[in-house]
T-cell receptor, first 113, second 113 residues
Framework: DGGITQSPKYLFRKEGQNVTLSCEQN?????MYWYRQDPGQGLRLIYY???????QKGDIAEGYSVSREKKESFPLTVTSAQKNPTAFYLC????????????FGPGTRLTVT | KNQVEQSPQSLIILEGKNCTLQ??????????LRWYKQDTGRGPVSLTI?????NTKSNGRYTATLDADTKQSSLHITASQLSDSASYIC????????????FGSGTKLNVKP
């Protein structure tokens, strides 16, 4: 079954702790993305990557970090520097040609108290 | 400024009725427009993707229209079902900027029995 997996589905952390969200895809897509979704707002881009070992900041990268050591994997670390980390996080992937349709993972809901 | 605006913010309809959701955009130059369905707590799933030359596209009970001159799109749902209860998100891409997707904040549809 081709697709994108994110784990865990729910994550709880204490303030001041770093936390890493997993994203894996087997669609053979070159591009991968991390978005944050808050109630009543459109998805906001955190980071994206077009190729292994390269990634670019999105609109709200402060307090987040990523790595792209393998084509299939694009983990996101939410650091203690992120002021308001509680949110729903979505990972997506797309090809780098054609209509660039994005395929989304099921999401991870992070709650920081 | 490139923007995507959706209306209404929320909508309640009775099962079996039809409804139409609106999406207005200012993204330029336009590449394509997608409609996604997002169930609560899940990742968005693509319903349709429309390019400049297409003005109508159907996917079962979902029909999307695009007027590239007025920069408007609509998503019409026919004979609604309880499972149509979800948020519907309009996403627009610009030419020459493949990794930039402009997201609307979504319309939350509630279908009641």
């Amino acid at each position: 079954d081709g697709g994108i997996t994110q784990s865990p589905k729910y994550l709880f952390r204490k303030e001041g702790q770093n936390v890493t969200l997993s994203c894996e895809q087997n669609l053979n897509h070159d591009a991968m993305y991390w978005y944050r979704q808050d109630p009543g707002q459109g998805l906001r881009l955190i980071y994206y990557s077009q190729i292994v070992n390269d990634f670019q900041k999105g609109d709200i990268a402060e307090g987040y970090s990523v790595s792209r050591e393998k084509k299939e994997s694009f983990p996101l670390t939410v650091t203690s520097a992120q002021k308001n980390p509680t949110a729903f996080y979505l990972c997506a992937s797309s090809e780098m040609a054609g209509p660039y349709e994005q395929y989304f993972g099921p999401g991870t809901r992070l709650t920081v108290t | 400024k490139n923007q995507v605006e959706q209306s209404p913010q929320s909508l309640i309809i009775l099962e079996g009725k039809n409804c139409t959701l609106q999406c207005n955009y200012t993204v330029s130059p336009f590449s394509n427009l997608r409609w996604y369905k997002q169930d609560t707590g899940r990742g968005p799933v693509s319903l349709t993707i429309m390019t400049f030359s297409e003005n109508t596209k159907s996917n079962g009970r979902y029909t999307a229209t695009l007027d590239a001159d007025t920069k408007q799109s609509s998503l019409h749902i026919t004979a609604s079902q309880l499972s149509d209860s979800a948020s519907y998100i309009c996403v627009v891409s610009a030419l020459y900027n493949f990794n930039k997707f402009y997201f609307g904040s979504g319309t939350k549809l509630n279908v009641k029995p």
